[in-house]
């Protein structure tokens, strides 16, 4: 099946520090998101972006749609504690059978104080 | 407004127990989902459903069977637990727009096999 390769697997940094994540894939996507999940919880929604070069804010947090539909970034800035967590991306393809969402592996942040 | 509630929130099962993971939402949502999280694999799709009647297999369904009587209902059932089953196991929801809103998750449910 399609899959998506996120990086970096794992980050530790320092409280007020920026912090960039990636998706690749190899198929061309129409939808992509960017999901936090918390320990011990299900993943949250945090961006959706649904057009090439789309470039959406929620807060601190910053996402970005490839322009050429195989990629995609989030970038959050001035990190703090809570930002702990693990991010997924995922994308939904632009064919085919439209019921299913392809999750990268995660991104897990880790926030010293 | 509770969204999509997963019971039993942790579980252990002797190998060849049977049991079965409840999930229900109430935001008469069409599209639901079964995954599986093992630690730094991501979410693997076990079985997905477009409506009430319809189920079909993810990456993942040996080892698993769902039904899908209602909206509202989606059970995951383990007929026959095997260590390779020790898992968290999430269910999910989405619009009739589909995914390409995102999904609602529930918070998931801990299944340990020994």
């Known amino acids: 099946g399609q899959q998506l390769n996120q990086s970096p697997q794992s980050m530790f940094i320092q409280e007020g520090e920026d912090v960039s994540m990636n998706c690749t894939s190899s198929?061309?996507?129409?939808?992509w998101l960017w999901y936090k999940q918390d320990p011990g919880e299900g993943p949250v929604l945090l961006i959706a972006?649904?057009?090439?070069?789309e470039l959406t804010s929620n807060g601190r947090l910053t996402a970005q749609f490839g322009i050429t539909r195989k990629d995609s970034f989030l970038n959050i800035s001035a990190s703090i504690p809570s930002d702990v967590g693990i991010y997924f991306c995922?994308?939904?393809?632009?064919?085919?059978?439209?019921?299913?969402?392809?999750f990268g592996k995660g991104t897990l942040l880790t926030v010293n104080p | 407004n509770a969204g999509v509630t997963q019971t039993p929130k942790f579980r252990i099962l002797k190998i060849g127990q049977s049991m079965t993971l409840q999930c229900t939402q109430d935001?008469?949502?069409?599209?639901m989902y079964w995954y599986r999280q093992d630690p730094g694999m991501g979410l693997k799709l076990i079985y997905y459903?477009?409506?009430?009647?319809?189920?079909d297999k993810g990456e993942v369904p040996n080892g698993y069977n769902v039904s899908r009587s209602t909206t509202e209902d989606f059970p995951l059932r383990l007929e026959l637990a095997a260590p390779s089953q020790t898992s968290v196991y999430f269910c999910?929801?989405?619009?009739?727009?589909?995914?390409?809103?995102?999904?609602?998750f529930g918070s998931g449910t801990r299944l340990t096999v020994v």
């Open positions: 995922a994308g939904l393809n632009s064919g085919g059978s439209n019921y299913k969402l392809t």
């Open positions: 999910a929801s989405s619009s009739v727009r589909g995914p390409r809103d995102g999904y609602t």
């Open positions: 198929s061309i996507f129409n939808t």
């Open positions: 972006l649904y057009k090439a070069g």
């Open positions: 459903s477009v409506g009430a009647g319809i189920t």
């Open positions: 935001m008469n949502h069409n599209y």
